[in-house]
């Protein structure tokens, strides 16, 4: 369990992270989201004891993770995935991190097994593609075998069989009943992987919801054709739903399944010549939660005053 409480944190007059309170839970993915330099590294940086809180707290199983005796075994985390010394293979690299702390050894083939880089284990880092990388911390990360995971960015650079990769292996991760938080500033990516959401904007928490709410919330409905429009109109209002005009004569209708506007069409004999789910658009969610929160609009309106 990961437990942010009233963090803030300042460079300068810069404020980073702003008052931001959230729990990120065993068992599930949570997606930390949120535009550049809303404050998704230094949150994480602070978790991980890299830097420290102005004022607030960064918990890790109830503790700061400074006062964490084996961090390696309770932690893992991937910050920065071109921080590692080129000139190691993969193999001496992730041995070298066993031992400094005090990881067996034999952990090193297995993690090495689980993100796919077996094939590679002797090569030099420095002839990795960024996706090798990503999986290289990601099995330093898992070294210790430990219960609470951080990721800043992994699928950064990605392609989408890699998107699909960590998607299995978060979700793997969180079977096992590890906690992990992963951070993005793409909707579209999180949406893939996460269950649980926790946006942030300006260093300040604007949403901590599930993937399903934030899609109940921003369903766009269904488009329901029909010569008879007006009269299927009243009738699904009539049910309950709420019925909008959409272009071309078509309803725009919420609240019902497509399946239930069908059912009561057909018990009025109205006729229903197109039925479209239209479903929710992650994108606009995020659009619409973050609008207002992006860095460099913010900075523009200080210029135009
Ligand atoms: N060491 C630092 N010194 C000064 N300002 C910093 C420092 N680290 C971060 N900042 C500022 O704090 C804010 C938050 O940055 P942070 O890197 O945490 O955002 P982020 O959400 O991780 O963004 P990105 O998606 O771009 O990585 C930004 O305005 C950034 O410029």
């Known amino acids: 369990m990961i437990e942010i409480r009233q963090l803030t944190k300042r460079y300068g007059r810069t404020v980073a992270v702003d008052g931001l309170s959230f729990r990120v839970e065993p068992g599930r993915v949570t997606g930390f989201l949120g535009p ?13 004891g890299l830097d420290a809180p102005t004022s607030g707290a960064a918990l890790v199983n109830g503790r700061p993770y400074r006062s964490i005796r084996r961090p390696l075994r309770e932690v893992g985390a991937l910050l920065d995935a ?13 041995r070298w991190l066993a031992r400094s702390n005090g990881i067996d050894a034999r952990r090193v083939p297995e993690v090495l097994e689980r993100v796919g880089l077996s ?10 593609s960024l996706g090798m990388r ?10 210790g075998d430990p219960a609470v995971l951080l990721f800043d960015e ?11 990769w960590i998607r299995v292996l978060m979700r793997s991760l969180a079977e096992e009943g590890r906690t992990v938080l992963l951070s993005s500033h793409l909707m579209s990516e ?12 300006q260093g300040r928490l604007i949403a901590d919801t599930t993937l399903s709410e934030l899609e109940r919330r921003f369903d766009r409905g269904t488009d329901v054709r029909s010569p008879r429009a007006a009269e299927l109109a009243e009738a699904l209002r009539g049910a309950g739903a709420e019925v909008a005009a959409a272009e071309g004569g078509a309803l725009t209708v919420r609240g019902l399944e497509p399946a239930e506007i069908g059912v009561i069409a057909s018990r009025r004999g109205l006729p229903v010549h197109e039925v479209v789910r239209r479903g929710a658009s992650l994108e606009d969610a995020y659009l619409h939660l973050t609008g207002g929160s992006v860095e460099y609009r913010a900075a523009a309106a200080g210029v135009e005053r």
Not at 190 to 201: H, K, N
């Open 82 to 94: 071109g921080a590692v010394d080129g000139g190691r293979s993969a193999v001496n690299h992730l």
């Open 119 to 128: 094939g590679a284990a002797r090569t030099r880092v420095r002839a990795f």
């Open 36 to 48: 550049n330099g809303a404050g998704k590294s230094t949150t994480m940086r602070m978790v991980l």
């Open 190 to 201: 999180m949406s893939l992987i996460a269950d649980r959401l926790v946006v942030i904007g």
């Open 134 to 143: 990503q999986r290289l911390g990601i099995a330093a990360a898992l070294l």
């Open 154 to 164: 992994p699928v950064n650079g990605l392609d989408m069989d890699g998107v699909r």
